[in-house]
T-cell receptor, first 113, second 114 residues
């Protein structure tokens, strides 16, 4: 069965370190998204991609970067982790040419100390 | 910026009762979707209603859309304890170049008490 996975599921890191969160989908979806979810803020879009070599900034992109070298993966990098980036991160994907329903990964809980 | 706003923010009902959640949005949409999130899990797509539809059913779920009022409602009938979750609405904008992103509401937290 097709799925979308995230790793690691939990991560504790120190301020200033570079961290990469992995997202892998086997749906063969063109569109991929990274969100962070914080209490009181709902889901906020960090970066998104509509295909290989395409990346776009979302509403809270500062301090984050992504790259899309293939259809299946969209890793999210925190260049220099800050305590304000402590959050739960979700990756999602959707197919083009449809209603754009998104399929979500299980999330990564990141703590920056 | 969030386009969707849901109310109530929190809802507590008894098992067997119906639960109604509302969502409002600000600009023209292509479709509106509802998702469920169980505690500590990713979101799961429940149902999609297109801008030219007024009502849609899926099992115990009923969704309505009123484009003149820019609002939608999700009704869960005969609720069960397993329906306890947060429910989010998300809209796909009518702008063809931008309709693959979804604009999310803040969610309604539903507690169904046995």
């Amino acid at each position: 069965d097709a799925e979308i996975t995230q790793s690691p599921r939990h991560k504790i890191t120190e301020t200033g370190r570079q961290v990469t969160l992995a997202c892998h989908q086997t749906w063969n979806h063109n569109n991929m998204f990274w969100y962070r979810q914080d209490l009181g803020h709902g889901l906020r879009l960090i970066h998104y991609s509509y295909g290989v070599q395409d990346t776009n900034k979302g509403e809270v992109s500062d301090g984050y970067s992504v790259s899309r070298s293939n259809t299946e993966d969209l890793p999210l990098t925190l260049e220099s982790a800050a305590s304000s980036q402590t959050s739960v991160y979700f990756c999602a994907s959707s197919a083009s040419g449809t209603g754009h329903e998104q399929y979500f990964g299980p999330g990564t809980r990141l703590t920056v100390t | 910026s969030q386009q969707g706003e849901e109310d109530p923010q929190a809802l507590s009902i008894q098992e067997g009762e119906n639960a109604t959640m509302n969502c409002s949005y600000k600009t023209s949409i292509n479709n509106l979707q509802w998702y469920r999130q169980n505690s500590g899990r990713g979101l799961v797509h429940l149902i999609l209603i297109r801008s030219n539809e007024r009502e849609k059913h899926s099992g115990r779920l009923r969704v309505t859309l009123d484009t003149s009022k820019k609002s939608s409602s999700l009704l869960i009938t005969a609720s069960r304890a397993a329906d306890t979750a947060s429910y989010f609405c998300a809209s796909s904008l009518r702008n063809a170049g931008n309709n693959r992103k979804l604009i999310w509401g803040l969610g309604t937290s539903l507690a169904v008490n046995p």
